[in-house]
């Protein structure tokens, strides 16, 4: 089992900037990936970027050259630094941890980009 708890999501005008951690409960090296996921309203939940072990790192690519994604391992945190936001980036983002064949999800944070 793992729990994880997201934080850092708002309001923001769009070309701001906001980053969303995820803390997770045990080392976040010993998931074999681990990220962001995204949920539009209406919209399907899709990815946005993940690391995957190995040293793979996978971006959306309606996010690549404006989110990066990070992680401490002495925190068992990962971070999103999201950049140059647009309308379409509001969603509700939730981090992710997959340890298959368990995938576990935190609760959700808001993230809204509008004048």
């Known amino acids: 089992q793992v729990q994880l708890v997201e934080s850092g999501g708002g309001s923001v005008q769009p070309g701001g900037s906001l980053r969303l951690s995820c803390a997770a409960s045990?080392?976040?090296?010993?998931?074999?990936?681990m990220g962001w996921y995204r949920q539009a309203p209406g919209k399907q939940r899709e990815l946005v970027a993940e690391?995957?072990?190995?040293?793979?790192?996978n971006y959306a690519d309606s996010v690549k050259g404006r989110f990066t994604i990070s992680r401490d391992s002495a925190k068992n945190t990962v971070y999103l630094q999201m950049n140059s936001l647009k309308p379409e980036d509001t969603a509700v983002y939730y981090c992710?941890?997959?340890?298959?064949?368990?995938?576990?999800w935190g609760q959700g944070t808001q993230v809204t980009v509008s004048s």
């Open positions: 690391f995957i072990s190995g040293g793979w790192i």
């Open positions: 992710n941890a997959r340890d298959p064949p368990a995938r576990y």
């Open positions: 045990r080392s976040i090296f010993s998931m074999y990936a």
